[in-house]
DNA sequence: TTGTATGCGTTATCAG
DNA sequence: CTGATAACGCATACAA
């Protein structure tokens, strides 16, 4: 026989100690009710409760500023209430923005975000993967994934969806984002006509859809265009600040340029610094040209041209897609307007 | 009696449907042993297992893709692994910074990192802790907490530490950061020998605590320097870049400054642009100096002088202070160096 | 070494 | 309308 054989409401449940918060055992016994009255009562809709109980039951749990355990709930409901976002780089300003502006409206819903950065890295966001998985998310969001082993496996068991990037092998998630390509085409030949000169391109890592497409998009409308772009102006880029730094001096080094189109503005703004350390005026010698519109480039970078990136708009349309999935639903992603920006 | 009367090990479960993750006792059946043992087995150091057992254990865990559930877990152990971060201002990038270290060190624990915005207001504030209290997290870090109703009764009541910025009402509550008030009286006073000229001030709001200390520093020093500053020479701002360019508009609009000291980066930027509008060239015509050093500076304002937050060590030194907290001592928060950055 | 049983805090079902 | 109780997934004290 069990040690403690009485029921546990018979049990002398001593006073809490002060740290410890009030349980729905709490509340009952100080209303003098039972739990089960208690959950109703706290849980409109769920059930019928006499308004005088309701009240006695609303008094206790204020005096004893009681607040529903989040976990016990999730595991009886098996719902958490809880989204989880992934993010591939903290440098992007554009990134967290959309990260703030998910959590604002997430926060309305009465829910939570937990908050993982990948890096840009399989092996770190395999480790988001699991500890988002075992926390049993209503939802991932991802702020431009990358491959990895568990991402298969996990689109395939919760509701995900890709924000700014798709990742190829796993085509059916939904996407929220540009059409990047047509942007970077349309970017190129609007701005092209201004340009009188050599043109130079630093692009971002293929292994990312995004930048592969925004890629390809400027370099087939440059040929349709019959705008010769010589193969050792094109060269390649993590999307980091730094990394933007670095092609320009390998591009400025052997010769010169009078326009870069950029894989994002990270790029740019390494791209930007090094032109003025070889005294080159921006955009007064040389034009730049980005990719996001980072919120701050109108503040400290009203030299660049880009594409505006609609984040605020991205957040809501990721959003309303994860409910669509939460529904059962199947959800298409979408697939939004970007705005010119030129200087 | 119950309806279900037979113990839940002979209730013949159902398979799972594929969505619903595996749990311990689907581990448990495959591999023909107790849950118990499962347990023991997957969490190395709570009891004796046979090599044997647990090879059969990790077998069929693998096999199933098992991760243990978190609020199970969270439930039976009262420890929910999961922090919560509170951010006042989505667009300051070094708060954003601070987030993502956090993050990245709270990650490596194998913890999570719940993320809520407070945008600098009480009753935002007060929904973000209501939320974090219901889930339990095993601690709070506010980068940049206000005044809040809930504010005394959580940091009461859980383990708290304020970075960058102290609540006042609060006081016994760690704190890391800089010594404001004399990072702002050696800047000034450094600055102030190569300036020569009429100097503003334009300062954050004073119910900040460390907006305060920078406006008093910057104040105290020049009256001791007997630098005048006349009274509308220093003007209010909240800490956005916007207020920082209606701030400028204000001051440049009946006279003129060499130099203008600033709370914090972000409304320095204000402050440049409208200066560039104005036609005025930063630093030749006028100097600018900020407080912080945001990340981008270096690369997109140079022209800024600014003070340099360690934000990398907030992050560790925060952690730190947590974790002491977490082991029931109390701890003492840090006063971290800072650098002057000038131009 | 292994298994059984209990409880963590909650909600839902069901009997009263 | 109310109360008793099972169940969610897990860890652990205790029995075997």
Redesign the pocket.
């Known amino acids: 026989m069990?040690?403690?054989a009485g029921?546990?409401?018979n049990t002398p449940v001593a006073e809490r100690s002060a740290g410890q918060p009030a349980?729905?055992?709490d509340v009952a016994r100080l209303a003098g009710?039972?739990?089960?009255?208690v959950?109703?009562a706290?849980?409109p809709g769920?059930?019928?409760?006499?308004a005088?109980?309701r009240l006695r039951v609303v008094r206790a749990a204020e005096e004893l500023r009681y607040s529903?355990?989040h976990f016990?709930?999730a595991?009886?409901?098996q719902n958490t209430n809880t989204y989880a976002f992934v993010l591939s780089s903290i440098q992007n300003n554009l990134y967290s923005a959309v990260a703030w502006e998910l959590e604002r409206r997430i926060s309305e819903m009465g829910a939570g975000m937990l908050i993982y950065t990948s890096n840009e890295d399989s092996a770190t966001q395999d480790r988001c993967l699991e500890d988002a998985v075992s926390r049993q998310v209503a939802g991932l969001f991802f702020m431009c994934a990358v491959e990895s082993d568990l991402l298969k496996p996990t689109v395939e068991r919760g509701n995900c969806v890709f924000i700014n990037r798709r990742v190829t092998s796993v085509p059916d998630v939904p996407f929220v984002g540009i059409d990047d390509e047509a942007a970077a085409r349309e970017f190129f030949a609007t701005a092209a006509r201004r340009i009188d000169g050599r043109i130079a391109i630093v692009h971002g890592p293929q292994s990312s859809d995004t930048s592969a497409k925004r890629l390809r998009g400027f370099l087939d409308i440059a040929r349709e265009l019959g705008c010769d772009i010589p193969e050792d102006a094109v060269v390649g880029s993590d999307l980091s600040i730094e990394s933007g730094y670095t092609a320009a001096s390998k591009l400025f080094g052997s010769q010169s340029f009078d326009a870069v189109f950029c894989g994002n503005d990270q790029i740019a703004y390494g791209v930007y610094r090094r032109c003025r350390e070889l005294g080159l005026q921006v955009p007064n010698d040389v034009s730049l040209f980005g990719f996001d519109d980072n919120p701050l480039n109108e503040w400290l970078a009203p030299w660049l041209s880009t594409v505006r990136v609609p984040y605020a708009a991205f957040a809501a349309a990721s959003l309303d897609t994860m409910k669509t999935l939460n529904q059962g639903k199947s959800a298409p992603g979408r697939i939004l307007p970007y705005d010119l920006v030129l200087k």
Chains 1, 2 share one sequence.
């Open positions: 069990p040690k403690n029921s546990k409401h349980s729905i055992r009710v039972s739990i089960s009255s959950s109703r706290l849980n769920t059930g019928k409760v006499s005088a109980t529903p355990n016990g709930r595991l009886r409901s």
